[in-house]
Antibody, heavy 121, light 107 residues
Framework: EVQLVESGGGLVQPGGSLRLSCAAS????????LHWVRQAPGKGLEYVSA????????YYTNSVKGRFSISRDNSKNTMFLQMGSLRVEDTAVYYC??????????????WGQGALVTVSS | DIQMTQSPSSLSASVGDRVTITCRAS??????LNWYQQKPGKAPKLLIY???SLQSGVPSRFSGSGSGTDFTLTINSLQPEDFATYYC?????????FGQGTRLEIK
């Protein structure tokens, strides 16, 4: 069974840092790209960041560029999101999602349960 | 960035109804369009990919259509478990943007 489990969320002050983890099981981790998507309280889904299966290619949405860093450890089946210079507007549930990319189809076919990050003084 | 606009933002319907949700892209995206369902406190669930392909395990009352800039999600014979929020997502290029969501409520 495919599982993605986020951890590392919590309360942090503005300007602070936090590292989220996404632990995967039930599939060949090193064969799949992964994404982070966030959802502010009562709001819609916002695409945040992505990493290729080998970790070489990354992407960041403009609002987090220079502040967030995505990485992965394929030996530990885990992806990370290092978040720095956090702002109140970064408060959200952060989801990791698996990217089933094949034959020009990209779809987020499995999602974690989410990790809540609250940025507040 | 490609903007995705869903309509309506909210919708009331009854069990057994047929409903249609529309998603429009700010530029052509071919068929690079996915639909997700999200229930309160839960992660999104993939329903439709590549505009019209049904994800494995998703009931056949869900269907998608469209290409270019205009897409629709149709739910036939609404079931109680279908009341949720629905999002479209373009996967044509990064950032892989989502629509603002359509909340489907019980009438």
């Amino acid at each position: 069974e495919v599982q993605l489990v986020e951890s590392g969320g919590g309360l942090v002050q503005p300007g602070g840092s936090l590292r989220l983890s996404c632990a995967a099981s039930g599939f060949t981790f090193s064969s799949y790209g992964l994404h982070w998507v966030r959802q502010a309280p009562g709001k819609g889904l916002e695409y945040v960041s992505a990493i290729s299966s080998n970790g070489v290619t990354t992407y960041y949405t403009n609002s987090v560029k220079g502040r967030f860093s995505i990485s992965r450890d394929n030996s530990k089946n885990t992806m990370f999101l290092q978040m720095g210079s956090l702002r109140v507007e970064d408060t959200a549930v952060y989801y990791c999602a698996r990217d089933f990319a094949a034959a020009a189809v990209t779809k987020f076919d499995y999602w974690g349960q989410g990790a809540l990050v609250t940025v507040s003084s | 960035d490609i903007q995705m606009t869903q309509s309506p933002s909210s919708l009331s319907a009854s069990v057994g109804d047929r409903v249609t949700i529309t998603c429009r892209a700010s530029q052509t995206i071919s068929n690079y369009l996915n639909w997700y369902q999200q229930k309160p406190g839960k992660a999104p669930k993939l329903l439709i990919y590549a505009a019209s392909s049904l994800q494995s395990g998703v009931p056949s009352r869900f269907s998608g259509s469209g290409s270019g800039t205009d897409f629709t999600l149709t739910i036939n014979s609404l079931q109680p478990e279908d009341f949720a929020t629905y999002y479209c997502q373009q996967t044509y290029n990064s950032p892989l943007t989502f629509g603002q969501g359509t909340r489907l409520e019980i009438k």
